[in-house]
C-alpha cells in the first residue's frame, strides 16, 4: 500500500509547491505507513518463529483457512488450549456463552456475554470468513455448518450464524489439539 502511494505520488502533479507543508505531511505518513508495515511484518516474523515448533502450530494450519499468521495469533491469544478443561470454559474465556435473561413469563433474547477475550474474539471472527472464502477449494466442517445455518434462517444479520460457527470451531481446536490430529474434511463430514 505505501509502495503503491509512493508511485502514485511520483506520478501525479502536484497542486502545491514542491516546499509546501501539505506536501511534507503527506511524505511523512507515507513514511510512517512503511515504517509501522515494517514492525508489524517483523512482529509477525517473530511470532511465526516462536510458534514453528509448537504442535499445536501445524494442528491448527491445517484447518483449511487458518494461515500462519492466524495460527499464530490464535496461539499469542489463546495459549495452551490444553489449560480449559472443556469448550465451554473456552467460550467463557473468549466471550461468545450466551447471556440467559428469564423473569417470570419475560424471556430476554439470548446475546454474547462479551466478557472474555476481545482480541480472540476478533481474531476467531475473522477466521470463520477465511474458513468460508476457501470452503470452495479446501472444503470445511464449520463452512458446511455456517451455510447450512445461513440457509435454514430467514435473519438477514450474518452475525448469530458466524458466532455459532465460532462455537464449532471452539469445539474443534481443542478436540485436534488435545489428540493431536490434523484436520481431516473426510472424517468430519461423517459426523
Not at 14 to 33: G, H, I, N, T
Not at 116 to 142: D, E, V
Amino acid at each position: 500500500l505505501t509502495e503503491k502511494l509512493i508511485s502514485l505520488a511520483k506520478q501525479s502533479y502536484c497542486a502545491v509547491k514542491k516546499d509546501s507543508p501539505m506536501l511534507e505531511q503527506a511524505r511523512y505518513y507515507a513514511q510512517e505507513l512503511q515504517r509501522l508495515s515494517d514492525c508489524r511484518q517483523a512482529a509477525l516474523d517473530e511470532m511465526k518463529s516462536l510458534a514453528e515448533f509448537l504442535p499445536e502450530y501445524d494442528i491448527l494450519l491445517s484447518i483449511p483457512g487458518i494461515a500462519e499468521t492466524t495460527a499464530t495469533s490464535i496461539i499469542g491469544e489463546l495459549g495452551d488450549i490444553r489449560r480449559f478443561k472443556t469448550a465451554n470454559q473456552l467460550n467463557a474465556f473468549i466471550g461468545i456463552d450466551l447471556r440467559h435473561y428469564e423473569s417470570g413469563d419475560y424471556l430476554a433474547k439470548e446475546h454474547i456475554t462479551k466478557r472474555g477475550n476481545p482480541y480472540a474474539r476478533k481474531i476467531l471472527f475473522r477466521c470463520i470468513y477465511n474458513i468460508i472464502s476457501t470452503s470452495r477449494t479446501n472444503p470445511c466442517h464449520i463452512a458446511d455448518f455456517y451455510k447450512k445455518r445461513k440457509k435454514q434462517s430467514q435473519a438477514t444479520s450474518t452475525k448469530p450464524h458466524v458466532i455459532a460457527s465460532m462455537h464449532r470451531l471452539i469445539r474443534t481446536i481443542p478436540y485436534l489439539i488435545t489428540h493431536n490430529k490434523l484436520y481431516d474434511y473426510n472424517i468430519t463430514k461423517n459426523q
